[in-house]
C-alpha cells in the first residue's frame, strides 16, 4: 500500500488512447436456405473502434444494417464455443479476434466453418460433431463408490488439464483437411475428449476409448497437420494431445503418473 | 428476406468495389498445413515415378539394347532436369517425413513442429545445393 | 406450417465398424519403412546420379556391374519392397480422403494392382537378372563377362 | 384438447408428451436431468446447446466446507450465507445448501470433475469473500475450485453424465410458454410450448412436472457479465402466467467486470491475494472493511468501488474505475491458478495483470431474486401455496439462499443442490399424478406472438430499443438508486413498451430466425426490468445488492421480509402500480437474528 507502489501501478495503466472509429468491410459468405441455392458474398460497412471484437461488427450489421443475418453466438468472450467462423481463411471465435489484430485496410472475410452441413450464413449444423464426440465416451467411466472424493496427487491430475479445457466449439476439427474430405473422422475435438479421461487416473475405460479410436476413422487419420492447434481458442495442444492417444494405443495404454502421494506431500510441506 | 434486408444488402454491396469473389476462402493454414500439401503432392510424385521406373529398369531383363536405349531417355536434359525435380522431391518427403516421424515419437515433436518444418527446408535447401550444380554439370557439361 | 425437410444435411450418421485394423499398421509402417528408406533411397541416389559421371554413367553394364553384387541385389530388393508398399498405402490413404463410393474402390484396387504387379516383376528381375546375357554385344555389358 | 400420440404433428403443431419436462440445459437444468432421466420419460428443452450454458463461465469456485485444508463446518458456512445476504436468506433453506453441499461437491467428483488438488490428492479448497471460519474470524478457505473455471468443469461434467444417461435434448428450441389448464377452478400446468429455431416450427410438450432452469436476466443492464442470451425467459414466461416473483429488486453487482466490457474477472483472484486500489494507489477496503478488506461480501465492495469514482478518486484518464492489482501473485499464480482471467485481461484490454493492474467496475451479474420455490424447489403461486408439477432451480428461482447478496461460489453450489432436489421430486410427483390435460388448442398464444412479430409491419429497430432499455438500468438501477432515479427507468420502460409494438422484424424467414427471437427475448427483458425497477422502488432502505441513496440504511423493523410481485393488470399501462401488484413474505429466521453486518 506504500504510495510509491501504487502510483507506480496507476502510471502503468496505459493511457487510453483517443477512440477513433474507422470504415471497416466485412464480406460474409451468406446463404439462406429458403431463397438460395448456393452460398453467395455480400459486403457491409461497418463503424468500429480498434478494440471491438468481429462479433461486435456482426452485431452491428444485424442490428442497424440487416437483421437477417444470422450466425450464434451467447458469452462474447471465448467460453461458450457458439461462434467458431472462418475469419480471413482461419477459424477463429468471433467474440476473441480483435478488429486491430486483423488487417483492416482489406476487407475482412467471414464465412461458416467448414466440413459440416452449412444451415444459415454462419451456421452449421453441429449434430454429427456431437455425434462423434459422444461416440468416445466422453465421461468417467469408474466402477468403485467411494465414501469421499477419489484420490488423484497433482501430477496426475496435471497430465489432463490441457484437454479438460475444450469448449467443444469445433474450431479444430471444421479446420482440419482430413475432416474436410472425410466426414466420418472422428476428428481433434473428439480425441481431445477422449484424451481428457484417457489420462484420467480415475478412469477404468481408457481401453474402451482407445478401441474406439484405434478404428478406420480414428486417431490414424490425423496427418499432423496442426491446423487444429492452431485454430483452438483455449489453446489447446491439440496435436500433442493426439500423438499422446497414438502412443497409448501403441503401448498398450496410457501413461500415466504414479500416485506418489506421500513424498509430495513431504514436498510441500 | 425482408425487402427492407435486401436494399440495405444490395446498398452496401453496390458502394463498394469487390473484389475477388470465391466460393469459399482458400483455408490459411501454417507451417503444418502446407507441410502436409507438400508431403502429399511429393509423394504421389515419387510414386508414379516409382512405377515408371520399376518398369523401366525391368527392361535390364530383356536386353542390354532395350535397356540402354530407355535409359538414354533419361540422359536427355529435358530428364535431367527432371531427375532433379524427383531429387528435389524426394528429398523434401524423406527429410519432412523424419520431421514427421519426429513429432510422432519425440514427446517435445509437437511443440517444435515449425521449428523442426524450417530445419527441413534448410536441409532440403543444403541438398539441393550439393546435388544441382552437379547435376547440371552431369547433363549440360558435355564430355 | 408444415414440415420442412432440413436443407444441405446430408449427413450420414457415422456407421463405426471394426474389421481389420490397417491403419495402426499402416500407420506403423509408414514410419519405420521411411526411416529405412531414408538409407535405402538417398544411398541408391549418391551412388547413381552424385558419384562418378552421375546419370550420364547409367547403362545396361553399370546395372549389371552393381547386381553381379548380392549386397545390391538385397538393397534394391529391401528398397522396392519397402517404397511400393510405402507408397502404395499412402496412396491408398489418400484416395481414402478424396475418393469415395465406386470410384474408391476401384482406385484402391488400381493401386494394388500396380503394387503387386510390380513387386512381382520387380523382384523376378532381381533374382533371375543374368549380368551377362548370352549374346549381347560386349561393349554393352559389364567387363567381367566372360568374352564371348 | 383432444388425445394425441406423441411426436404427432396436428395443424403444423408438433407434440410431445414426457413425464417430466426441463427447461434450461446449465448447471441447474442438467443436475436434475441427472436425477430424473434415469428414473423418467424426460426432455431437456434448451434454448442453447447445453455447454454453452452460461454456467460454463462461471469462474471462482463452489462452495462446500470439506475441511480439505482447514477446519471448517456446515454451520459457519449456514451462517455467513445468512450474514452474506444481509439476513434476507431463509435459514432453512441456507441450513440445507451448506449441509448438501459436501454431498454435492463429492458427487461432482465422483462424476468426474478434476478439481484441483491438494499435495495428499484431495480437492482442494481456496478463499472466497464473505466465508469466513467461526462466523466472521477469518477467511477460510471453503471454495472447491479448478483453476478459474469451475463452472466450464461443472457444465462440461454434468453434460458429460447426460451424455452417459442418454438424456433427451432439444437443442435450440426456444420454451415461450408454460401451458396452465384450469382444473377444479384452479390452474394446473400441464405442458411447455417451444419453438424450434432451425424450423421456425412450435412444439408443445406435454408433461407431469416440469422444471424450469433458464439462468439470470442480466441482460437488463448493459454492463453485464451475463451471456447475450440470459434475458430472463424463463422468469418472464411465469411472471405473464400472473405467477409471483420474488426479491427482484437484489441484483448482483460484481466488483471485477473489465471496465467498460463487464467481462468478469473472479473473485478468486481477491482470494489468492489480489487488491484493489484507487487513483493513488491506495487499497480502499481498509478503510471499508477492516477485517477481510478485499474479501468483503460484493455488495460492499461494490459500493466501495462507485463510491471511490464518485469521490474523484477513480483512476484512468476519465477517473472512472479502479484498479485491481495482482502483480505481486506472481506470473506462477496466475499462470496456474487464474490463467483466463489472466488472459481475458491480455486479449480485452491489452493488460497484462503480471505487471501491470487491471482497470475494474461493478458488473451486473446475479439475481438474487426470480421464481420463488419451496426447499423442495416447488413453485408457490402466492406466499406459501404449491403449483403443483411446477419447479424451478438455478438462478431464475429464488429458494430464497442469497437473500439480498449472494456470496461468491454459492450460486454453483446452488443450482446443483437445488438442481438435484427438483430432479428428484418432479420425478417422485410424476411417479403418482397423471397428466393434466392440454386445454384446447395449447400452442395459440405462441403462434399468436410469433406471427404477429413476424408480420409486423413496424419501424422501431429491437436492437435500438433494447440498447435504451440497458442504458437507462445502467444509469438509473445500478449500484446505487434513488427514488427520483427510478421513477426515470419506470417511465422509461413505459415508453419502450409502447414504441415495442411497433417493432420491425427483417427477417421474414423461418429457419434460424434469430431476429425474431431477439424481438421475443426483449419482450422478457422490457417485463423483468420493470418488476426489478417497481420492487426497488417500494423497498425504502438499503440492503445487500440493493442501495438506495435516499435510504442508505438497513430497516428491519419495516422490510425484513421479501417482495412479492404479481402481474395483475395489462403491462402498457400507464402507470405501474395499475398492472403491478406487490406483497410481502415473511423471513424464515431458524437460529441467526438480524446483527449488523460488519466486516
Ligand atoms: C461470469 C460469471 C462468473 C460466475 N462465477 C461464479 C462462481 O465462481 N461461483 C458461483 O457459485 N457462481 C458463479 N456465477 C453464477 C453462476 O454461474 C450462475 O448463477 C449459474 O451458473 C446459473 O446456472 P443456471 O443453470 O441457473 O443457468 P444457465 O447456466 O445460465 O443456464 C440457463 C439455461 O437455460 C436455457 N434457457 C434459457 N432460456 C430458455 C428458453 N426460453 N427456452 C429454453 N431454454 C432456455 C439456456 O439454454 C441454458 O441452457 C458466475 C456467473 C457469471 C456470469
Ligand atoms: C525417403 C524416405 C521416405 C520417408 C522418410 C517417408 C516418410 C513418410 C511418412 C512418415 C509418411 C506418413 C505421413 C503421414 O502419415 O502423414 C509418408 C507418406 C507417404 N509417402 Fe513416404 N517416405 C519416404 C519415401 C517415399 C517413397 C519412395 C514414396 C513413393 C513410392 C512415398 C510415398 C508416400 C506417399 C504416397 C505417402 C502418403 C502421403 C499422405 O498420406 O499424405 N514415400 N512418407
Ligand atoms: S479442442 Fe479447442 S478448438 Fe477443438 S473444440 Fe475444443 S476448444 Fe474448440
Ligand atoms: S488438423 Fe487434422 S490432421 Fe491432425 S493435427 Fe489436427 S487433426
Ligand atoms: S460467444 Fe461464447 S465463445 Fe464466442
Known amino acids: 500500500m506504500s504510495e510509491v507502489a501504487s502510483s507506480e501501478g496507476t502510471a502503468a495503466v496505459a493511457p487510453v488512447a483517443p477512440i477513433q472509429a474507422f470504415t471497416v468491410t466485412l464480406i460474409i459468405r451468406r446463404f439462406d436456405p429458403e431463397v438460395d441455392a448456393e452460398p453467395h458474398w455480400q459486403d457491409f460497412d461497418v463503424e468500429l473502434y480498434a478494440t471491438d471484437r468481429v462479433l461486435d461488427a456482426l452485431h452491428k450489421i444485424k442490428w442497424e444494417q440487416d437483421g437477417s443475418l444470422s450466425f450464434r453466438r451467447s458469452c462474447a468472450h471465448g467460453i461458450c464455443g457458439s461462434d467458431a467462423m472462418r475469419i480471413n481463411g482461419r477459424n477463429r471465435l468471433a467474440c476473441k479476434t480483435l478488429i486491430k489484430d486483423l488487417d483492416i485496410s482489406q476487407p475482412i472475410y467471414v464465412e461458416a466453418i467448414k466440413g459440416l452441413p452449412l444451415e444459415k450464413d454462419l451456421i452449421v449444423d453441429m449434430e454429427p460433431f456431437f455425434e462423434s464426440y459422444r461416440a468416445i465416451q466422453p465421461f468417467l467411466i469408474a466402477s468403485d463408490k467411494p465414501e469421499k472424493e477419489r484420490i488423484q496427487s497433482v501430477a496426475q491430475r496435471a497430465v489432463f488439464d490441457d484437454t479438460t479445457k475444450c469448449i467443444l466449439c469445433a474450431a479444430c476439427t471444421s479446420s482440419c483437411p482430413v475432416f474436410w474430405t472425410d466426414g466420418q473422422y472422428f476428428g481433434p475435438a473428439a480425441i481431445v475428449n477422449a484424451h481428457r479421461f484417457i489420462f484420467d487416473s480415475r478412469d477404468e475405460g481408457s481401453q474402451v476409448r482407445l478401441d474406439i479410436l484405434n478404428d478406420k476413422e480414428g486417431v490414424w487419420r490425423c496427418r499432423t497437420t496442426f491446423n487444429c492447434s492452431e485454430a483452438c481458442p483455449r489453446g489447446i495442444e491439440v496435436t500433442k494431445a493426439i500423438s499422446e492417444v497414438k502412443q497409448a494405443i501403441l503401448r498398450g495404454g496410457p501413461d500415466l503418473p504414479a500416485s506418489d502421494l506421500t513424498s509430495e506431500a513431504v514436498l510441500a510441506g | 428476406m425482408s425487402s427492407q434486408a435486401a436494399r440495405s444488402?444490395?446498398?452496401?454491396?453496390?458502394?463498394?468495389?469487390?473484389?475477388?469473389?470465391?466460393?469459399?476462402?482458400?483455408?490459411?493454414?501454417?507451417?503444418?498445413?502446407?507441410?502436409?500439401?507438400?508431403?502429399?503432392?511429393?509423394?504421389?510424385?515419387?510414386?508414379?515415378?516409382?512405377?515408371?521406373?520399376?518398369?523401366?529398369?525391368?527392361?535390364?531383363?530383356?536386353?542390354?539394347?532395350?535397356?540402354?536405349?530407355?535409359?538414354?531417355?533419361?540422359?536427355?536434359?529435358?530428364?535431367?532436369?527432371?531427375?532433379?525435380?524427383?531429387?528435389?522431391?524426394?528429398?523434401?518427403?524423406?527429410?519432412?517425413?523424419?520431421?514427421?516421424?519426429?513429432?510422432?515419437?519425440?514427446?517435445?515433436?509437437?511443440?517444435?513442429?515449425?521449428?523442426?518444418?524450417?530445419?527441413?527446408?534448410?536441409?532440403?535447401?543444403?541438398?539441393?545445393?550439393?546435388?544441382?550444380?552437379?547435376?547440371?554439370?552431369?547433363?549440360?557439361?558435355?564430355? | 406450417m408444415t414440415t420442412i425437410d432440413a436443407p444441405r444435411a446430408p449427413h450420414t450418421p457415422a456407421v463405426k465398424r471394426r474389421r481389420v485394423n490397417w491403419e495402426k499398421w499402416g500407420w506403423l509402417y509408414m514410419r519405420l519403412s521411411g526411416v529405412v528408406l531414408v538409407v535405402l533411397i538417398f544411398g541408391h541416389l549418391f551412388v547413381n546420379l552424385f558419384l562418378g559421371q552421375g546419370v550420364k554413367a547409367i547403362d545396361f553394364a553399370f546395372v549389371a556391374g552393381k547386381w553381379a553384387s548380392p549386397f545390391w541385389i538385397v538393397w534394391d530388393t529391401l528398397m522396392l519392397w519397402l517404397a511400393l508398399i510405402h507408397g502404395g498405402n499412402g496412396m491408398r490413404t489418400i484416395i481414402n480422403d478424396y475418393a469415395h463410393g465406386r470410384l474408391r474402390i476401384v482406385l484402391l484396387t488400381l493401386v494394388a494392382v500396380a503394387v503387386v504387379a510390380l513387386i512381382v516383376l520387380g523382384t523376378l528381375v532381381l533374382t533371375t537378372f543374368d549380368p551377362c546375357p548370352a549374346g549381347a554385344p560386349a561393349n554393352l555389358v559389364p567387363s567381367f563377362c566372360p568374352a564371348k | 384438447m383432444t388425445e394425441f400420440e406423441d411426436g404427432a404433428v396436428i395443424d403444423g403443431v408438433h407434440y410431445h408428451r414426457f413425464d417430466v419436462v426441463i427447461v434450461g440445459a446449465g448447471g441447474a437444468g442438467m443436475r436434475a436431468a441427472i436425477e430424473a432421466g434415469p428414473k423418467a420419460r424426460t426432455a431437456v428443452i434448451t434454448k442453447l446447446y447445453p455447454t454453452r450454458s452460461h454456467t460454463g463461465a462461471a469462474q471462482g469456485g463452489m462452495a462446500a466446507a470439506l475441511a480439505n485444508v482447514e477446519e471448517d463446518n456446515w454451520e459457519w458456512h449456514t451462517f455467513d450465507t445468512v450474514k452474506g445476504g444481509d439476513y434476507l436468506v431463509d435459514q432453512d433453506a441456507a441450513e440445507i445448501l451448506a449441509k448438501e453441499a459436501i454431498d454435492a461437491v463429492l458427487d461432482l467428483e465422483n462424476m468426474g470433475l478434476p478439481f484441483n488438488r491438494t499435495p495428499e490428492g484431495k480437492i482442494d479448497q481456496r478463499r472466497f469473500g464473505g466465508h469466513t471460519r467461526d462466523h466472521g474470524k477469518a477467511p477460510v478457505r471453503r471454495a472447491c475450485y479448478a483453476a478459474d473455471r469451475t463452472g466450464h468443469m461443472i457444465l462440461q461434467t454434468l453434460f458429460q453424465n447426460c451424455v452417459k444417461l442418454g438424456v433427451n435434448f432439444f437443442n435450440e428450441y426456444y420454451a415461450l410458454d408454460v401451458v396452465m389448464t384450469k382444473v377444479k377452478g384452479k390452474d394446473r400446468p400441464s405442458g411447455v410450448v417451444a419453438y424450434e429455431l432451425a424450423t421456425g416450427e412450435i412444439h408443445v410438450f406435454q408433461a407431469k412436472a416440469i422444471i424450469f432452469a433458464t439462468g439470470g436476466f442480466g441482460k437488463i443492464y448493459k454492463t453485464t457479465s451475463n451471456a447475450h442470451t440470459l434475458t430472463g425467459d424463463g422468469v418472464g414466461i411465469i411472471w405473464r402466467k400472473g405467477l409471483p416473483l420474488e426479491d427482484m429488486e437484489f441484483f448482483q453487482f460484481h466488483p471485477t467486470g473489465l471496465a467498460g466490457l463487464g467481462i468478469l474477472l473472479t473473485e478468486g483472484a481477491r482470494g489468492e491475494g489480489a487488491i484493489l486500489r484507487n487513483a493513488s494507489g491506495e487499497r480502499f477496503m481498509e478503510r471499508y472493511a477492516p477485517t477481510i478488506k478485499d474479501l468483503a461480501p460484493r455488495d460492499i465492495v461494490s459500493r466501495c468501488m462507485v463510491q471511490e469514482v464518485a469521490e474523484g478518486r477513480g483512476a484512468g484518464p476519465h477517473k472512472d474505475y479502479v484498479l485491481l492489482d495482482c502483480t505481486h501473485l506472481g506470473a506462477e499464480v496466475l499462470e496456474t491458478k487464474l490463467p483466463d482471467i489472466t488472459e481475458f485481461a491480455r486479449t480485452y484490454l491489452g493488460v497484462d495483470p503480471v505487471t501491470t493492474p487491471v482497470p475494474v467496475m461493478p458488473t451486473a451479474h446475479y439475481a438474487m431474486g426470480g421464481i420463488p420455490t419451496n426447499v423442495k424447489a416447488e413453485v408457490l403461486s402466492d406466499n406459501d401455496t404449491v403449483v403443483p408439477g411446477l419447479y424451478a432451480a438455478g438462478e431464475c428461482a429464488c429458494v430464497s439462499v442469497h437473500g439480498s447478496n449472494r456470496l461468491g461460489t454459492n450460486s454453483l453450489l446452488d443450482i446443483n443442490v437445488f438442481g438435484k432436489r427438483a430432479g428428484n421430486n418432479a420425478v417422485e410427483y410424476a411417479k403418482t399424478a397423471d397428466f393434466v390435460p392440454l386445454p384446447a388448442d395449447p400452442a395459440a398464444f405462441v403462434q399468436g406472438l410469433v406471427e404477429e412479430l413476424r408480420d409486423s409491419k413496424g419501424t422501431e429497430r429491437i436492437a435500438a430499443l433494447r440498447k435504451e432499455l440497458q442504458d437507462e438500468m445502467d444509469r438509473n438501477a445500478q449500484v446505487f438508486r434513488t427514488d427520483e432515479s427510478l421513477a426515470k427507468v419506470t417511465q422509461t420502460i413505459h415508453e419502450l413498451r409502447g414504441r415495442y409494438k411497433n417493432v420491425s422484424i427483417q427477417d421474414k424467414g423461418r429457419r434460424y430466425n434469430t431476429d425474431l427471437l431477439e424481438a421475443i427475448e426483449l419482450g422478457f427483458l422490457l417485463d423483468l426490468a420493470e418488476v426489478v425497477v417497481y420492487s426497488a422502488r417500494n423497498r425504502k432502505e438499503s440492503r445487500g445488492g440493493h442501495m438506495r441513496d435516499d435510504y442508505p440504511k438497513r430497516d428491519d423493523a419495516e422490510y425484513m421480509k421479501h417482495t412479492m410481485a404479481y402481474l395483475t393488470g395489462d403491462p402498457h399501462s400507464a402507470d405501474a402500480a395499475d398492472h403491478i401488484s406487490l406483497d410481502w413474505k415473511p423471513v424464515v429466521i431458524t437460529n441467526y437474528q438480524p446483527m449488523e453486518r460488519k466486516y
Open chain 2, 9 to 143: 444488402g444490395a446498398a452496401a454491396a453496390t458502394k463498394i468495389r469487390s473484389p475477388r469473389r470465391p466460393a469459399g476462402t482458400l483455408y490459411r493454414g501454417r507451417e503444418g498445413m502446407w507441410s502436409w500439401v507438400l508431403h502429399r503432392i511429393t509423394g504421389v510424385a515419387i510414386f508414379f515415378f516409382l512405377l515408371v521406373h520399376v518398369l523401366d529398369t525391368a527392361v535390364v531383363r530383356i536386353s542390354p539394347e532395350a535397356y540402354n536405349s530407355v535409359i538414354n531417355e533419361y540422359k536427355t536434359p529435358l530428364l535431367g532436369l527432371g531427375e532433379i525435380a524427383l531429387v528435389a522431391a524426394i528429398g523434401l518427403h524423406a527429410l519432412n517425413g523424419l520431421r514427421i516421424i519426429l513429432i510422432d515419437f519425440w514427446s517435445a515433436g509437437t511443440r517444435h513442429q515449425r521449428l523442426l518444418f524450417w530445419i527441413v527446408i534448410a536441409l532440403w535447401v543444403v541438398l539441393l545445393v550439393g546435388f544441382v550444380p552437379r547435376q547440371l554439370m552431369h547433363i549440360f557439361g558435355g564430355q
